[in-house]
């Protein structure tokens, strides 16, 4: 049997092994997602991968994500949340290793890459989940927002660590950079400790990890939605506004180019200081929904403010990118809502799912720029659809139950 961890009430829970082995997986996270965003471009033209194949390599990778979010959400559940950290960073590193020699296995270089972006999407979907359960199951109530906002500051590091790598190194180099950090940080988790409200739940024998016990509920389903729709707005500003800015700064006129890696790392460096913003908002306010409140209407003002500029400097551009990040830095208080809004015995399935769904999202919100933007524009219809999506979120923020200081060790029946 594994051994067990009862949270620590003290400061020292914040800076746990737990809480530093979770930030460094997300950081690998971090570091994929937008390694992938850098490098998509150069290694297809390498490869002689068509321009419009490339494009389709993003949606298999968030597709492996959508898959991987159920699957290690369950799998958390039901046989714990250190050994879905232990499989899903196997995995995606494994991936990582092999996408560097995309070109010289057996197929042609196209289903060689999309293959691997899949597979390394689906082990990638498991760390976050996984992580923020565990840690928000050792560590002290009144302290979690503090230590899952660090959890996200550090792996949202990640972005700055892979746009430097793609800048020294060619894109071979970069994935076997990633595949070493993800086998490096499987072996620090040998130290790692299960929850001991996981132990609890087992010895409970209640259902663990099932999808019939989720969604049989209206009510359950009626949380998961909720805690789906107020994360929304977090990928649409970071992925189709911020990571896209160089398209949006053409079509505004800007005085001058836009390069999207920087437009990137501006709107992750934001991230890092919003999620400790948001984090430690949600603690001083006291209320989770209060702080995602104020993180959306900061997110609209700074999405619409960029998207209504005319002839805008690249300048200006860069530095709406990091504001859309400080204000989208919710997204820790976001997963942490997730996992505190269910009982044990669902946590991680929640905690897994929730967050690739928003991220799976974004081809979604791609297609719809797309079908639209021929009739509105394409600023004029992501100025739209932004409004729309952070409305809604709101509208969820509002409904959902507030959880600050929740008690966790409770079981779903």
């Known amino acids: 049997m594994n051994e067990t961890v009862r949270p620590d009430a003290s400061w020292r829970s914040i800076l746990s092994l737990t809480v530093v082995i979770g930030a460094l997986g997300y950081f690998v996270d971090i570091y994929d997602i937008v390694l992938f965003t850098v490098v998509r471009v150069p290694s297809c033209t390498a490869l002689g991968i068509a321009p419009e194949q490339a494009v389709r390599l993003l949606d298999w990778q968030m597709a492996g994500m959508l898959l991987g979010g159920f699957v290690w959400g369950v ?26 020699a995309v070109g010289h296995l057996p197929g042609d270089a196209y289903t060689q890459y999309a293959a691997l972006r899949l597979i390394a999407g689906f082990g990638l979907a498991g760390e976050l989940g996984a992580a923020i359960t565990l840690v928000s199951e050792t560590t002290p109530a009144r302290l979690r927002g503090y230590a899952t906002a660090l959890v996200a500051a550090i792996g949202i590091a990640g972005a700055a660590a892979a746009v430097t790598v793609s800048k020294l190194f060619d894109w071979r180099t970069a994935y076997v950079v990633g595949g070493v950090l993800g086998l490096c940080l499987l072996v620090l988790r040998l130290r790692v400790l299960e929850s001991g409200m996981f132990a609890h739940a087992v010895d409970s024998g209640a259902a663990r990890g099932s999808l019939r016990l989720l969604f049989g509920s209206p009510a359950r389903t ?3 939605l909720l805690c789906t729709l107020i994360g929304l707005p977090i990928w649409f500003f970071v992925g189709l506004v911020a990571m896209r800015a160089d398209r949006h700064a053409a079509a505004l006129g800007a005085t001058g180019p836009v390069d999207p890696a920087y437009a990137t790392l501006a709107c992750y460096l934001g991230l890092i200081a919003g999620d400790l913003g948001a984090g430690c908002l949600s603690q001083w306010l006291r209320s989770r ?31 709406c990118c990091v504001l859309i990040g400080v204000a989208c830095g919710y997204w820790a208080v976001f997963v942490t809502v997730a996992a505190e809004q269910f009982g044990t015995n669902l946590r991680a399935t929640v905690a897994g799912i929730v967050p690739n769904l928003v991220r799976g999202a974004v081809p979604l919100w791609s297609w719809s720029v797309a079908a639209l933007a021929p009739t509105l524009g394409a600023v004029q219809t992501t100025l739209w ?29």
């Not at 960073?89 to 996408?99: D, E, F, G, K, T």
């Not at 900061?298 to 500029?309: K, S």
Request: charged share 15%; net charge positive; with cysteine.
């Open 75 to 100: 799998m958390g559940d039901r046989i714990g949340r250190k050994a879905v950290l232990f499989g899903s960073i196997l995995v995606y590193s494994l991936a990582n290793l092999a996408n560097a």
């Open 289 to 319: 929904r209060l702080a995602v409140g104020i993180c959306l209407l900061a997110t609209a003002g700074v999405g619409a403010f960029l998207l209504t500029r005319s002839a805008p400097a690249p300048a200006l551009v860069y530095t």
């Open 385 to 413: 659809l932004g409004t729309g999506v952070v409305a809604v979120a709101l509208v969820a923020a509002w409904l959902m139950r507030e959880t600050h200081g929740a008690e966790l060790d409770y079981l779903e029946r």
């Open 222 to 224: 009626g949380r998961l």
